[in-house]
T-cell receptor
Framework: DGGITQSPKYLFRKEGQNVTLSCEQNLNHDAMYWYRQDPGQGLRLIYY???????QKGDIAEGYSVSREKKESFPLTVTSAQKNPTAFYLC?????????????FGAGSRLTVL | AQTVTQSQPEMSVQEAETVTLSCTYD???????LFWYKQPPSRQMILVIR??????QNATENRFSVNFQKAAKSFSLKISDSQLGDTAMYFCAFINFGNEKLTFGTGTRLTIIP
């Protein structure tokens, strides 16, 4: 079945460490996105990519980095520069349907900084 | 900047009753799309319904329907004959036509009481 796979589901990090969250899709979607979800704040866009080898900053990109070397993969690195990294992270991909980007989401990764 | 406001942080309703979740948005554009996404306790985001701003007819998907009031910039979701499986967070989202960034509201936590 086609879908988006995020791993790991749960991740613990010590302060000062970088961690990478994986996102893989087999939907043949061109666009991929990373969102951060905090209680009471909805979803906020971190980075997005419309094509391979190209990506743009979202609303809260500071302290994060991404790469898009393959169409299927869009890993997110949470760097030590991110001051408050504990959150739920959602990866999504999209295909235009009638001109609108309908997002398909992964199951998410929960990052906790110890 | 576009904003999406969900003024009801939490709601609860008896099983089989009808419930309406409110959403307002702000944009200066004329062509855009509106969405309702559902996030059950599994935290998997699922598209519930979509509305194109140029369509006057309200979208309907089985027990889910919207009341789209373009002049008032209002986009409410009505759930009829509510079921226990409808218990979830519901997010309203907005995107301008041709844009790549979806803006989410802060969500409404809906609980269906047996």
């Amino acid at each position: 079945d086609g879908g988006i796979t995020q791993s790991p589901k749960y991740l613990f990090r010590k302060e000062g460490q970088n961690v990478t969250l994986s996102c893989e899709q087999n939907l043949n979607h061109d666009a991929m996105y990373w969102y951060r979800q905090d209680p009471g704040q909805g979803l906020r866009l971190i980075y997005y990519s419309q094509i391979v080898n190209d990506f743009q900053k979202g609303d809260i990109a500071e302290g994060y980095s991404v790469s898009r070397e393959k169409k299927e993969s869009f890993p997110l690195t949470v760097t030590s520069a991110q001051k408050n990294p504990t959150a739920f992270y959602l990866c999504a991909s999209s295909i235009n349907r009638g001109g609108a980007n309908v997002l398909t989401f992964g199951a998410g990764s929960r990052l906790t900084v110890l | 900047a576009q904003t999406v406001t969900q003024s009801q942080p939490e709601m609860s309703v008896q099983e089989a009753e009808t419930v309406t979740l409110s959403c307002t948005y702000d944009t200066s554009e004329n062509n855009y799309y509106l969405f309702w996404y559902k996030q059950p306790p599994s935290r998997q985001m699922i598209l519930v319904i979509r509305q194109e701003a140029y369509k006057q007819q309200n979208a309907t998907e089985n027990r889910f329907s919207v009341n789209f009031q373009k002049a008032a910039k209002s986009f409410s979701l009505k759930i009829s004959d509510s079921q226990l499986g409808d218990t979830a967070m519901y997010f309203c989202a907005f995107i301008n036509f041709g844009n790549e960034k979806l803006t989410f509201g802060t969500g409404t936590r809906l609980t269906i009481i047996p």
